[in-house]
Protein backbone atom coordinates (compact mmCIF):
# COMPACT_ATOMS: atom_id res chain seq x y z
CA UNK A 1 0.00 0.00 0.00
CA UNK A 2 1.44 3.22 -0.64
CA UNK A 3 -0.01 6.72 -0.66
CA UNK A 4 0.74 10.03 -1.93
CA UNK A 5 0.78 13.53 -0.02
CA UNK A 6 -0.27 16.34 -2.11
CA UNK A 7 0.79 19.64 0.14
CA UNK A 8 -1.95 21.53 -1.59
CA UNK A 9 -5.36 21.68 0.78
CA UNK A 10 -8.06 22.38 -1.93
CA UNK A 11 -9.40 25.80 -1.66
CA UNK A 12 -8.64 25.18 2.17
CA UNK A 13 -4.63 26.50 2.03
CA UNK A 14 -4.10 27.92 5.72
CA UNK A 15 -0.94 26.78 5.94
CA UNK A 16 2.05 25.61 5.04
CA UNK A 17 2.73 21.78 4.81
CA UNK A 18 4.93 21.54 7.68
CA UNK A 19 3.26 24.83 9.96
CA UNK A 20 1.11 23.72 12.12
CA UNK A 21 -2.43 25.64 12.53
CA UNK A 22 -1.74 26.12 16.19
CA UNK A 23 1.05 27.17 19.08
CA UNK A 24 2.07 24.77 21.54
CA UNK A 25 4.14 26.23 24.59
CA UNK A 26 6.06 23.72 26.10
CA UNK A 27 8.09 26.44 28.72
CA UNK A 28 6.58 25.14 31.72
CA UNK A 29 6.92 21.02 30.53
CA UNK A 30 9.57 20.46 33.76
CA UNK A 31 11.54 18.43 31.25
CA UNK A 32 15.19 19.34 30.75
CA UNK A 33 17.23 20.00 27.37
CA UNK A 34 19.12 16.94 28.35
CA UNK A 35 15.69 14.85 29.07
CA UNK A 36 14.36 16.08 25.91
CA UNK A 37 17.44 15.26 23.68
CA UNK A 38 16.71 11.69 25.47
CA UNK A 39 13.15 11.39 25.06
CA UNK A 40 13.81 12.34 20.80
CA UNK A 41 16.17 9.47 21.15
CA UNK A 42 13.61 6.94 21.90
CA UNK A 43 11.30 8.15 18.88
CA UNK A 44 14.60 5.82 17.55
CA UNK A 45 13.54 2.74 19.59
CA UNK A 46 10.05 3.06 19.05
CA UNK A 47 10.46 3.16 14.97
CA UNK A 48 8.36 6.50 15.04
CA UNK A 49 8.96 7.78 11.69
CA UNK A 50 8.01 3.94 10.30
CA UNK A 51 4.90 4.04 12.36
CA UNK A 52 3.83 7.47 10.66
CA UNK A 53 4.46 6.67 7.65
CA UNK A 54 2.23 3.26 8.04
CA UNK A 55 -0.89 5.41 9.77
CA UNK A 56 -0.66 7.25 7.01
CA UNK A 57 -0.66 4.52 4.05
CA UNK A 58 -2.89 2.59 5.31
CA UNK A 59 -0.88 -0.38 6.92
CA UNK A 60 -2.53 -2.66 9.18
CA UNK A 61 -1.67 -1.52 12.62
CA UNK A 62 -4.48 -2.52 14.06
CA UNK A 63 -2.87 -5.82 14.58
CA UNK A 64 -6.11 -7.58 16.62
CA UNK A 65 -8.25 -6.46 14.12
CA UNK A 66 -6.43 -6.96 11.14
CA UNK A 67 -7.10 -3.54 9.81
CA UNK A 68 -5.92 -0.44 9.23
CA UNK A 69 -6.79 3.22 10.66
CA UNK A 70 -7.21 5.43 8.08
CA UNK A 71 -9.10 8.65 10.05
CA UNK A 72 -6.48 10.74 8.15
CA UNK A 73 -8.16 9.90 4.79
CA UNK A 74 -11.73 11.31 6.08
CA UNK A 75 -9.90 14.93 6.11
CA UNK A 76 -7.59 14.43 2.84
CA UNK A 77 -8.55 17.20 1.57
CA UNK A 78 -5.91 16.79 -1.42
CA UNK A 79 -7.47 13.91 -2.73
CA UNK A 80 -4.51 12.24 -3.26
CA UNK A 81 -4.99 8.25 -3.67
CA UNK A 82 -5.11 5.70 -0.38
CA UNK A 83 -5.13 2.40 -1.34
CA UNK A 84 -6.81 -0.44 0.96
CA UNK A 85 -5.95 -3.83 -0.48
CA UNK A 86 -5.47 -2.32 -3.65
CA UNK A 87 -8.04 -0.20 -3.88
CA UNK A 88 -8.03 3.63 -3.78
CA UNK A 89 -10.49 5.03 -0.99
CA UNK A 90 -10.73 8.55 -1.82
CA UNK A 91 -13.30 8.28 -4.52
CA UNK A 92 -16.22 6.88 -1.59
CA UNK A 93 -14.80 8.88 0.79
CA UNK A 94 -15.23 12.11 -1.74
CA UNK A 95 -18.85 10.48 -2.68
CA UNK A 96 -20.16 10.83 0.57
CA UNK A 97 -18.50 14.39 1.21
CA UNK A 98 -21.08 14.89 -1.63
CA UNK A 99 -23.73 13.11 -0.33
CA UNK A 100 -23.31 15.18 3.03
CA UNK A 101 -23.63 18.35 1.09
CA UNK A 102 -26.65 17.08 -0.41
CA UNK A 103 -28.38 16.67 2.64
CA UNK A 104 -27.35 20.05 4.16
CA UNK A 105 -28.94 21.83 1.19
CA UNK A 106 -32.30 19.69 1.18
CA UNK A 107 -33.59 20.00 4.56
CA UNK A 108 -36.03 22.28 4.41
CA UNK A 109 -38.99 22.94 7.09
CA UNK A 110 -37.12 20.87 9.69
CA UNK A 111 -36.76 22.66 13.29
CA UNK A 112 -35.87 19.30 14.86
CA UNK A 113 -32.54 16.81 14.48
CA UNK A 114 -32.23 13.80 17.02
CA UNK A 115 -28.74 12.29 16.93
CA UNK A 116 -28.87 9.01 18.22
CA UNK A 117 -25.53 7.29 18.93
CA UNK A 118 -23.19 6.36 21.69
CA UNK A 119 -19.77 6.55 22.53
CA UNK A 120 -17.74 7.63 18.89
CA UNK A 121 -20.99 8.05 17.44
CA UNK A 122 -21.76 10.58 19.85
CA UNK A 123 -18.91 13.00 21.51
CA UNK A 124 -17.21 13.88 18.32
CA UNK A 125 -20.17 16.13 16.68
CA UNK A 126 -21.63 16.37 20.09
CA UNK A 127 -18.63 18.70 21.10
CA UNK A 128 -18.39 20.14 17.58
CA UNK A 129 -21.92 21.46 17.71
CA UNK A 130 -21.72 22.78 20.82
CA UNK A 131 -17.98 24.51 20.66
CA UNK A 132 -19.41 25.85 17.02
CA UNK A 133 -22.55 27.12 18.30
CA UNK A 134 -21.80 31.08 18.71
CA UNK A 135 -18.65 31.06 16.39
CA UNK A 136 -20.20 29.82 13.21
CA UNK A 137 -22.93 31.43 11.35
CA UNK A 138 -25.98 28.75 11.32
CA UNK A 139 -27.38 27.87 7.60
CA UNK A 140 -30.11 26.72 9.22
CA UNK A 141 -30.71 28.98 12.45
CA UNK A 142 -33.96 27.60 12.65
CA UNK A 143 -33.00 23.83 13.02
CA UNK A 144 -31.66 22.49 16.32
CA UNK A 145 -29.85 19.52 16.65
CA UNK A 146 -30.30 17.05 20.00
CA UNK A 147 -28.22 14.41 20.96
CA UNK A 148 -29.57 11.59 22.28
CA UNK A 149 -26.69 8.55 23.93
CA UNK A 150 -27.69 7.41 27.50
CA UNK A 151 -30.27 4.82 27.31
CA UNK A 152 -31.79 6.23 30.40
CA UNK A 153 -34.90 7.05 29.66
CA UNK A 154 -34.75 10.31 31.01
CA UNK A 155 -32.62 11.43 28.48
CA UNK A 156 -34.78 10.92 25.92
CA UNK A 157 -37.91 12.39 27.74
CA UNK A 158 -35.60 15.87 27.81
CA UNK A 159 -35.75 15.78 24.28
CA UNK A 160 -39.09 14.62 23.18
CA UNK A 161 -40.69 17.88 25.58
CA UNK A 162 -38.47 20.03 23.10
CA UNK A 163 -39.05 18.88 19.84
CA UNK A 164 -41.98 19.25 16.88
CA UNK A 165 -42.78 15.59 15.80
CA UNK A 166 -44.41 17.21 12.29
CA UNK A 167 -40.64 18.64 11.65
CA UNK A 168 -38.29 16.28 13.33
CA UNK A 169 -35.60 14.55 11.66
CA UNK A 170 -34.03 11.34 12.88
CA UNK A 171 -29.60 10.57 12.52
CA UNK A 172 -29.04 7.06 13.76
CA UNK A 173 -25.32 6.09 14.11
CA UNK A 174 -23.64 2.92 14.85
CA UNK A 175 -21.01 1.09 12.81
CA UNK A 176 -22.72 -2.11 13.40
CA UNK A 177 -25.97 -1.07 13.30
CA UNK A 178 -25.76 -3.59 16.49
CA UNK A 179 -25.18 -1.10 19.21
CA UNK A 180 -28.18 -2.14 21.98
CA UNK A 181 -28.28 1.59 23.34
CA UNK A 182 -28.75 3.19 20.43
CA UNK A 183 -31.21 0.58 18.52
CA UNK A 184 -33.20 0.89 21.83
CA UNK A 185 -33.33 4.98 21.91
CA UNK A 186 -34.19 4.80 17.72
CA UNK A 187 -37.05 3.07 18.72
CA UNK A 188 -38.42 4.49 21.05
CA UNK A 189 -38.37 7.75 19.42
CA UNK A 190 -39.97 5.82 16.47
CA UNK A 191 -42.73 4.90 18.72
CA UNK A 192 -43.28 8.42 19.97
CA UNK A 193 -42.98 10.04 16.65
CA UNK A 194 -45.67 7.34 15.42
CA UNK A 195 -47.90 8.37 18.61
CA UNK A 196 -47.78 11.75 17.59
CA UNK A 197 -49.59 10.96 14.07
CA UNK A 198 -46.52 10.17 11.51
CA UNK A 199 -47.53 7.39 9.53
CA UNK A 200 -44.83 4.57 8.68
CA UNK A 201 -44.07 5.51 5.03
CA UNK A 202 -43.79 9.27 6.27
CA UNK A 203 -41.45 7.90 9.10
CA UNK A 204 -38.99 6.28 7.09
CA UNK A 205 -38.27 9.19 4.83
CA UNK A 206 -37.09 10.97 8.26
CA UNK A 207 -34.49 8.63 9.37
CA UNK A 208 -30.92 9.10 8.33
CA UNK A 209 -28.62 6.13 8.81
CA UNK A 210 -24.53 6.24 9.18
CA UNK A 211 -23.32 2.92 9.20
CA UNK A 212 -20.80 0.22 8.02
CA UNK A 213 -23.38 -2.27 7.68
CA UNK A 214 -25.86 -0.49 5.32
CA UNK A 215 -27.70 -3.83 4.54
CA UNK A 216 -29.06 -4.06 8.35
CA UNK A 217 -30.01 -0.22 8.62
CA UNK A 218 -32.38 -1.60 5.70
CA UNK A 219 -33.45 -4.02 7.57
CA UNK A 220 -34.49 -1.37 10.20
CA UNK A 221 -36.40 0.54 7.43
CA UNK A 222 -33.77 3.07 6.77
CA UNK A 223 -34.02 4.11 3.01
CA UNK A 224 -31.34 3.20 0.94
CA UNK A 225 -30.95 6.86 -0.45
CA UNK A 226 -30.74 7.80 3.55
CA UNK A 227 -27.95 5.64 4.39
CA UNK A 228 -24.36 7.21 4.67
CA UNK A 229 -21.79 4.65 5.05
CA UNK A 230 -18.45 4.77 6.59
CA UNK A 231 -15.86 1.93 6.71
CA UNK A 232 -14.16 -1.08 9.02
CA UNK A 233 -10.80 0.79 8.98
CA UNK A 234 -12.58 3.78 10.63
CA UNK A 235 -12.31 3.91 14.68
CA UNK A 236 -15.43 5.20 16.19
CA UNK A 237 -13.48 7.07 18.54
CA UNK A 238 -12.05 8.67 15.25
CA UNK A 239 -15.00 9.14 13.00
CA UNK A 240 -16.13 12.39 13.51
CA UNK A 241 -14.33 13.30 10.25
CA UNK A 242 -16.63 10.57 8.19
CA UNK A 243 -20.67 10.91 7.85
CA UNK A 244 -20.95 10.88 11.64
CA UNK A 245 -19.62 14.60 11.30
CA UNK A 246 -23.25 14.97 9.46
CA UNK A 247 -25.19 17.43 12.13
CA UNK A 248 -22.25 19.57 12.05
CA UNK A 249 -23.24 19.80 7.98
CA UNK A 250 -26.63 20.30 8.73
CA UNK A 251 -26.63 22.82 11.75
CA UNK A 252 -23.45 25.05 10.20
CA UNK A 253 -23.36 24.06 6.69
CA UNK A 254 -21.28 22.09 4.44
CA UNK A 255 -18.05 24.93 4.01
CA UNK A 256 -18.09 24.49 7.68
CA UNK A 257 -17.88 20.99 7.56
CA UNK A 258 -14.88 21.40 5.02
CA UNK A 259 -13.23 23.95 7.04
CA UNK A 260 -13.45 21.24 10.18
CA UNK A 261 -12.03 18.75 7.92
CA UNK A 262 -9.12 21.30 6.45
CA UNK A 263 -7.82 22.18 10.26
CA UNK A 264 -7.36 18.48 10.96
CA UNK A 265 -5.83 18.05 7.22
CA UNK A 266 -3.38 20.74 8.08
CA UNK A 267 -2.87 19.18 11.50
CA UNK A 268 -2.30 15.92 9.50
CA UNK A 269 0.33 17.77 7.11
CA UNK A 270 2.21 18.95 10.02
CA UNK A 271 2.86 15.63 12.22
CA UNK A 272 3.61 13.67 9.02
CA UNK A 273 6.41 16.05 7.50
CA UNK A 274 7.88 18.05 10.17
CA UNK A 275 10.96 17.45 11.99
CA UNK A 276 10.66 15.67 15.50
CA UNK A 277 11.76 18.30 17.61
CA UNK A 278 8.86 20.09 15.85
CA UNK A 279 6.17 17.82 15.68
CA UNK A 280 3.42 18.99 18.10
CA UNK A 281 1.69 16.03 18.75
CA UNK A 282 4.93 14.11 19.15
CA UNK A 283 6.15 16.47 22.21
CA UNK A 284 3.38 16.74 23.81
CA UNK A 285 3.21 12.50 23.62
CA UNK A 286 7.32 12.75 24.70
CA UNK A 287 6.02 15.23 27.53
CA UNK A 288 3.25 13.25 29.47
CA UNK A 289 5.26 9.44 28.89
CA UNK A 290 8.25 11.46 30.71
CA UNK A 291 6.24 12.27 33.41
CA UNK A 292 4.30 8.81 33.73
CA UNK A 293 7.59 6.97 33.81
CA UNK A 294 9.83 9.36 36.04
CA UNK A 295 7.12 10.75 38.44
CA UNK A 296 4.49 7.94 38.25
CA UNK A 297 1.96 9.91 37.19
CA UNK A 298 -1.34 8.46 37.08
CA UNK A 299 -3.63 11.35 35.47
CA UNK A 300 -3.90 14.72 33.68
CA UNK A 301 -6.32 17.48 33.76
CA UNK A 302 -7.05 19.20 30.49
CA UNK A 303 -8.33 22.74 31.12
CA UNK A 304 -9.96 25.13 27.89
CA UNK A 305 -10.01 28.34 29.13
CA UNK A 306 -13.07 28.58 26.53
CA UNK A 307 -16.36 27.64 27.72
CA UNK A 308 -17.02 26.62 24.42
CA UNK A 309 -14.69 23.81 24.96
CA UNK A 310 -16.39 22.37 28.00
CA UNK A 311 -17.25 19.31 26.05
CA UNK A 312 -13.26 18.65 24.88
CA UNK A 313 -12.32 16.37 28.08
CA UNK A 314 -15.53 14.27 27.54
CA UNK A 315 -14.62 13.73 23.98
CA UNK A 316 -10.76 13.27 24.72
CA UNK A 317 -11.37 10.71 27.84
CA UNK A 318 -12.76 7.82 25.43
CA UNK A 319 -10.20 8.97 22.84
CA UNK A 320 -7.06 8.76 25.26
CA UNK A 321 -8.56 5.80 27.67
CA UNK A 322 -9.91 3.80 25.39
CA UNK A 323 -7.36 3.87 22.62
CA UNK A 324 -4.37 3.43 25.13
CA UNK A 325 -6.22 1.79 28.66
CA UNK A 326 -4.32 -1.25 27.94
CA UNK A 327 -2.58 -4.35 30.18
CA UNK A 328 -1.12 -5.86 27.57
CA UNK A 329 1.59 -4.51 24.50
CA UNK A 330 2.02 -5.83 21.39
CA UNK A 331 4.19 -8.98 22.69
CA UNK A 332 1.37 -9.95 24.44
CA UNK A 333 3.40 -9.33 27.94
CA UNK A 334 2.04 -6.77 31.03
CA UNK A 335 2.97 -3.13 29.83
CA UNK A 336 4.16 -0.80 33.11
CA UNK A 337 1.89 1.76 32.52
CA UNK A 338 -0.87 3.11 29.73
CA UNK A 339 -3.28 6.32 29.19
CA UNK A 340 -3.15 8.00 32.37
CA UNK A 341 -6.86 9.26 34.17
CA UNK A 342 -8.08 12.57 31.65
CA UNK A 343 -10.36 14.76 33.35
CA UNK A 344 -11.03 18.50 33.05
CA UNK A 345 -13.93 21.30 33.24
CA UNK A 346 -13.08 24.78 31.75
CA UNK A 347 -11.10 27.29 33.18
CA UNK A 348 -12.38 29.59 35.70
CA UNK A 349 -14.57 26.95 37.17
CA UNK A 350 -12.00 24.51 37.60
CA UNK A 351 -9.67 27.15 39.88
CA UNK A 352 -12.23 27.17 42.04
CA UNK A 353 -13.27 23.04 41.87
CA UNK A 354 -10.41 20.90 42.16
CA UNK A 355 -7.33 23.24 41.25
CA UNK A 356 -6.33 23.21 45.17
CA UNK A 357 -5.56 19.60 44.86
CA UNK A 358 -3.51 19.97 41.82
CA UNK A 359 -1.40 23.00 43.78
CA UNK A 360 -0.64 21.54 47.27
CA UNK A 361 -1.95 17.95 46.53
CA UNK A 362 1.05 15.53 46.90
CA UNK A 363 0.46 13.89 43.51
CA UNK A 364 1.82 15.44 40.32
CA UNK A 365 -0.64 16.14 37.69
CA UNK A 366 0.14 17.33 34.34
CA UNK A 367 -2.24 20.01 33.54
CA UNK A 368 -2.68 20.98 28.91
CA UNK A 369 -4.43 24.61 29.52
CA UNK A 370 -6.05 25.57 25.99
CA UNK A 371 -6.72 28.82 25.24
CA UNK A 372 -7.98 31.17 22.15
CA UNK A 373 -5.82 34.27 21.66
CA UNK A 374 -9.01 36.01 19.93
CA UNK A 375 -12.55 36.77 22.28
CA UNK A 376 -15.30 34.17 21.61
CA UNK A 377 -18.30 36.67 21.86
CA UNK A 378 -19.23 39.86 20.28
CA UNK A 379 -21.09 40.74 23.97
CA UNK A 380 -20.49 44.43 25.71
CA UNK A 381 -16.83 44.42 27.17
CA UNK A 382 -15.79 41.08 25.92
CA UNK A 383 -12.28 42.08 25.52
CA UNK A 384 -12.41 42.65 29.03
CA UNK A 385 -13.62 39.40 29.70
CA UNK A 386 -10.97 37.53 27.82
CA UNK A 387 -8.44 39.77 29.14
CA UNK A 388 -9.48 38.77 32.48
CA UNK A 389 -9.51 34.33 31.17
CA UNK A 390 -6.07 34.41 29.25
CA UNK A 391 -4.56 36.03 32.45
CA UNK A 392 -6.21 33.55 34.77
CA UNK A 393 -4.59 30.90 32.32
CA UNK A 394 -1.29 32.72 32.27
CA UNK A 395 -1.34 32.72 36.14
CA UNK A 396 -2.47 29.29 36.64
CA UNK A 397 -0.04 27.42 34.47
CA UNK A 398 2.78 29.85 36.57
CA UNK A 399 2.09 29.22 39.89
CA UNK A 400 1.85 25.30 39.27
CA UNK A 401 5.58 25.54 37.94
CA UNK A 402 7.00 28.28 39.88
CA UNK A 403 5.37 27.49 43.14
CA UNK A 404 6.23 30.53 46.02
CA UNK A 405 5.92 30.39 49.84
CA UNK A 406 8.06 29.10 52.64
CA UNK A 407 8.10 25.08 53.08
CA UNK A 408 8.03 25.56 56.63
CA UNK A 409 4.52 26.51 56.67
CA UNK A 410 3.02 23.98 54.59
CA UNK A 411 -0.50 25.43 54.42
CA UNK A 412 0.28 28.20 52.92
CA UNK A 413 3.05 26.90 50.56
CA UNK A 414 2.83 25.98 46.54
CA UNK A 415 5.71 23.51 45.70
CA UNK A 416 5.35 24.50 42.40
CA UNK A 417 6.87 21.96 40.05
CA UNK A 418 3.62 21.34 38.29
CA UNK A 419 4.01 20.77 35.03
CA UNK A 420 1.70 22.06 32.12
CA UNK A 421 1.69 23.31 28.85
CA UNK A 422 -0.51 25.46 26.70
CA UNK A 423 -1.88 24.90 23.47
CA UNK A 424 -3.01 28.60 21.56
CA UNK A 425 -5.81 28.37 18.99
CA UNK A 426 -5.76 32.15 17.76
CA UNK A 427 -9.53 31.58 17.22
CA UNK A 428 -11.80 29.30 17.80
CA UNK A 429 -13.62 28.21 14.45
CA UNK A 430 -14.05 25.11 12.63
CA UNK A 431 -10.76 24.90 11.09
CA UNK A 432 -8.47 25.26 14.16
CA UNK A 433 -10.82 23.02 16.49
CA UNK A 434 -10.50 20.35 13.70
CA UNK A 435 -6.56 20.87 13.91
CA UNK A 436 -6.58 20.90 17.52
CA UNK A 437 -8.50 17.61 17.82
CA UNK A 438 -6.25 16.05 15.30
CA UNK A 439 -3.38 17.17 17.25
CA UNK A 440 -4.41 15.08 20.17
CA UNK A 441 -5.55 12.61 18.21
CA UNK A 442 -2.00 11.87 16.84
CA UNK A 443 -0.99 12.46 20.29
CA UNK A 444 -2.79 9.45 21.34
CA UNK A 445 -0.96 7.48 18.26
CA UNK A 446 2.85 8.67 19.89
CA UNK A 447 1.43 7.53 23.17
CA UNK A 448 0.32 3.78 21.87
CA UNK A 449 3.71 3.88 20.13
CA UNK A 450 6.12 4.43 23.55
CA UNK A 451 3.65 2.25 25.43
CA UNK A 452 3.88 -0.27 23.22
CA UNK A 453 0.47 -1.32 22.56
CA UNK A 454 -2.39 -1.57 19.92
CA UNK A 455 -4.38 2.03 20.16
CA UNK A 456 -6.80 1.23 17.65
CA UNK A 457 -8.83 -1.77 19.55
CA UNK A 458 -10.87 -2.11 22.88
CA UNK A 459 -11.72 -5.44 23.84
CA UNK A 460 -12.01 -4.09 27.63
CA UNK A 461 -15.29 -2.31 26.44
CA UNK A 462 -17.17 -6.57 25.53
CA UNK A 463 -17.33 -8.24 28.84
CA UNK A 464 -19.29 -5.78 30.60
CA UNK A 465 -21.74 -5.68 27.56
CA UNK A 466 -22.09 -9.24 27.34
CA UNK A 467 -22.93 -9.64 30.93
CA UNK A 468 -25.24 -7.38 30.64
CA UNK A 469 -27.85 -9.28 28.53
CA UNK A 470 -28.29 -12.22 30.79
CA UNK A 471 -28.79 -9.86 33.88
CA UNK A 472 -31.28 -7.64 32.12
CA UNK A 473 -33.35 -10.97 30.93
CA UNK A 474 -33.21 -11.91 34.88
CA UNK A 475 -34.63 -8.56 35.81
CA UNK A 476 -37.34 -8.48 33.78
CA UNK A 477 -38.45 -12.09 33.84
CA UNK A 478 -39.82 -13.08 37.36
CA UNK A 479 -39.17 -16.60 37.03
CA UNK A 480 -35.44 -16.14 35.94
CA UNK A 481 -33.24 -18.75 37.03
CA UNK A 482 -30.57 -16.61 39.59
CA UNK A 483 -28.74 -19.06 40.38
CA UNK A 484 -26.80 -18.70 36.72
CA UNK A 485 -25.76 -15.54 38.15
CA UNK A 486 -22.90 -14.58 40.09
CA UNK A 487 -24.75 -14.35 43.57
CA UNK A 488 -23.93 -10.72 44.53
CA UNK A 489 -25.37 -10.19 41.53
CA UNK A 490 -28.05 -12.31 41.77
CA UNK A 491 -28.90 -11.07 45.42
CA UNK A 492 -28.95 -7.22 44.03
CA UNK A 493 -31.57 -8.54 41.43
CA UNK A 494 -33.61 -9.82 44.58
CA UNK A 495 -33.58 -6.68 46.01
CA UNK A 496 -34.33 -4.85 43.14
CA UNK A 497 -37.65 -7.43 42.86
CA UNK A 498 -38.61 -6.60 46.33
CA UNK A 499 -41.64 -3.94 46.32
CA UNK A 500 -40.46 -0.45 46.59
CA UNK A 501 -42.07 0.97 49.32
CA UNK A 502 -42.42 4.79 49.29
CA UNK A 503 -42.22 6.92 52.74
Not at 22 to 28: K, V
Not at 205 to 216: G, M, N, S
Amino acid sequence: MMVKINHAILNCDKSSSMDSPLHIDTLFAQITDTHWEELFELTKVVSFTQKKIALFSGEKLNLSEKRPALHTALRNLSQSPILVNDVDVMPIITSVWRQIERCSHELNDVTDIIHIGIGGSDFGPRLVCDALHLQANSQKPEIRVHFLSNVDSADLARILEKINPQSTRLILVSKTFTTVETLQNANAVMQWLTSQGIETPELSKRIYAVTAKPQLAQQFGVMEKNIFPFWDWVGGRFSVWSAVGLPIALQFGFKTFQDFLAGAHAMDQHFLESDNHDNQPLQLALALYFHQKHHGVKSQAIIPYAQALQLFPNWLQQLEMESNGKTAGLDGKPVPFSAPVIFGIPGTNAQHSFFQMLHQGPEIIPVDFIAVREPMSNIKNHQDHHEQLLANCLAQSQAFAIGQGDPENLNQFYPGKRPNNIIWLPRLDAYHLGALMALYEHRTFCLGLLYGINSFDQPGVELGKKLAFPIQSAIHDPKSDLSLLNPITASRIQWLKKPFLKK
